[in-house]
């Protein structure tokens, strides 16, 4: 059984998702709590396998619980977010940082026509994030510190100028990708492309957050929008992100890839055959196996690819994947992989000028 506790302000809300988690058999719900002060002590109490966690709340909201919680009792927590605009959703972020591992948006009652696909990601989301074993944090672990690029050894000689990096990332991917991009300079002289998997109605919040909370301007992709240097792309809700002659944006509606849309296989395979060698294509934590066999396409055509270490992801599924492949050049912790992509871009430029 996972037990799970249910973190909700509201009555109503407490009661729909206990009907919801405990309609799964393999899911019991071992307690309730109205706020963050409640949750602590039913968290030392209970001892649960996942907690699901409101933002807003009377005494202590779900960012201050949140941290609480990962520093005393560390127990895998997902952010259901009422609202999928404005303040909420950048609390939700928030709340990652803090040490939350996803957000799904809350169900709006049993006979809404979104209601069944949202119970669905919220039982599955229930699921995997029990399966994760997270670790005591501290406040202030999410600072990243960065290795300099003079301090990244450089063994690959480039023939190639770079034109884009892809990054693609899962579970725990949102903070990894903060500190990275925190990392790149703002003159940074490639466009980086991301898929990020996430719920349904996050991203926009998510492009958002990141830009704010990188300082390297994100935005979400559009069709035909030609990339530009020091600039990030998230793929957009319900499409595959890719490139085309030009350095444009090629969004597609294609089937999903690995039960995902984006998917990461199809952004790898784009840029292979767009860019080929000119890419460096970044694998970052998640579960699954979504984009490891492309990684390795781009590896033998002759792309650099960075795959993070296992000791640094919450998922090693992605990652693991991709190193049983062989398809990973560099195996690195995030807080030295903005620097390596500092230091191969400029390498590869400096080559060629």
């Known amino acids: 059984m996972i037990n799970v506790l249910i973190v909700e302000d509201s009555p109503v809300a407490r009661e729909l998702l206990t009907y919801i988690l405990t309609s799964d058999p393999a899911i019991r719900v071992v307690g309730t709590a109205s706020n963050g002060v409640e949750a602590l002590e039913a968290v030392r109490q209970k ?190 809700d319900g499409f595959h992100l890719g490139l085309e002659s030009g350095l444009k944006i090629a969004l597609s509606a294609l089937p999903p890839e690995n039960g995902l849309r984006p998917s990461v296989s199809h952004l790898f395979r784009s840029t292979a055959q767009v860019l080929g060698p000119a890419v460096i294509g970044v694998m970052l934590t998640g579960m699954g196996k979504d984009g490891a066999g492309e990684l390795r396409t781009l590896k033998e055509g002759g792309a650099i690819t960075i795959v993070q270490d296992e000791a640094s992801s919450v998922v090693y599924g992605m990652p693991g994947e991709a190193i049983r492949l062989d398809a990973a050049v560099y195996v690195l912790p995030p807080e030295t992989i903005a620097a390596t992509l500092v230091a191969l871009v400029k390498n590869s430029k400096g080559k060629l000028q």
Request: net charge neutral.
């Open 47 to 236: 001892k649960p396998d996942v907690i699901t966690m409101d933002i807003y709340m009377p005494m202590m909201d779900g960012f201050e619980a949140t941290r609480r919680i990962m520093e005393t009792f560390p127990t895998p927590i997902i952010v259901v977010s009422g609202h999928l605009e404005g303040k909420e959703v950048e609390a939700a972020f928030h709340a990652i940082e803090a040490g939350a591992l996803a957000a799904v948006r809350r169900p709006s009652g049993i006979k809404h026509q979104e209601s069944e696909e949202a119970s669905k990601e919220l039982i599955q989301t229930v699921r995997l994030m029990s399966e994760i074993k997270v670790v005591r944090r501290t406040h202030g672990a999410t600072k990243a510190r960065f290795v300099a690029p003079s301090a990244v050894s450089m063994p690959l000689q480039r023939t190639t100028e770079i034109q884009a990096v892809a990054i693609g990332a899962s579970t725990g991917g949102p903070l990894v990708l903060q500190k990275i991009l925190s990392g790149l300079p703002q003159d940074f002289p490639v466009p980086v492309l991301i898929v990020q998997h996430i719920a349904q109605g996050f991203v926009e919040g998510f492009a958002e957050w990141l830009s704010g909370a990188s300082r390297f301007p994100v935005s979400i992709a559009s069709q035909g929008d030609r990339v530009v240097a020091g600039h990030g792309y998230v793929a957009p």
